[in-house]
């Protein structure tokens, strides 16, 4: 069941560059799309989400970008820094299902100096 | 911040035991779930929780589990007779009472299950 895919697991990116994260998704139930971060020994940390409704939505650094008719969003992190060096993991949830939420295999982003 | 907290960070069980992993969510979210990953794997949805009883679960969520809240703070998932293949991360995390189902999960650090 491949509803959420991120196919690259992992992408390197030098310290100041923009780091852009891929996901792609099968469900066209899905409306409500969030990304997580996740450390090593760490649940994974809420960092940004995006309604059907738009088409972006931006807090700081990183800002989400959603292609409803082509069923892609992307993380954009900019400028990266170190400490985003981390699993990234994509997910989504449609309405009504009780925010259950489905999640992509993750990238491994690293954050290189 | 408030955050979900999940004890024991690791546990180790014979296959046939039960185990209990405990959470205690943030103490104004009214909506709790559970969610596993085996290593290697995606991280995958259990169950969900809401008003005391379960709102929705996976097929992987058998009778083997179930879930409890026995008071105003703690959230358990408690697994009857452990198989290896039980074996993973198990995530707690809960929402808050927003009525939109469109607000993020927090989630805990894990507690990692390993049935020997």
């Known amino acids: 069941d491949q509803q959420v895919k991120q196919n690259s697991p992992s992408l390197s990116v030098q310290e100041g560059r923009i780091s852009i994260l891929n996901c792609d998704y099968t469900n066209s139930m899905f409306d409500y799309f969030l990304w997580y971060k996740k450390y090593p020994a760490e649940g994974p940390t809420f960092l940004i989400s995006?309604?059907?409704?738009?088409d972006k939505n931006e807090d700081g650094r990183f800002t989400v970008f959603l292609n409803k008719s082509a069923k892609h969003l992307s993380l954009h992190i900019v400028p990266s820094q170190p400490g985003d060096s981390a699993v990234y993991f994509c997910a989504a949830s449609a309405a009504g299902t009780a925010s259950k939420l489905t999640f992509g295999t993750g990238t491994r982003l690293q954050v290189t100096l | 911040e408030p955050e979900v907290t999940q004890t024991p960070s690791h546990q180790v069980t014979q296959m046939g035991q039960e185990v209990i992993l405990r959470c205690v969510p943030i103490?104004?979210?009214?909506?709790f779930y559970w969610y596993r990953q085996i290593l290697g794997q995606k991280v995958e949805f259990l169950v969900s929780?809401?008003?005391?009883?379960?709102?929705?679960k996976s097929e992987i969520f058998d009778d083997q589990f179930s879930v409890e809240r026995p008071d105003g703070s703690n959230f358990t998932l408690k697994i009857r007779s452990t198989k290896l293949e039980d074996s993973a991360m198990y995530f707690c995390?809960?929402?808050?009472?927003?009525?939109?189902?469109?607000?993020?999960?927090?989630f805990g650090n894990g507690t990692r299950l390993t049935v020997t």
């Open positions: 103490s104004n979210h009214l909506y």
């Open positions: 995006i309604s059907s409704i738009k």
């Open positions: 995390a809960s929402r808050d009472r927003t009525s939109s189902y469109n607000s993020p999960l927090h």
């Open positions: 929780f809401y008003n005391n009883e379960i709102s929705e």
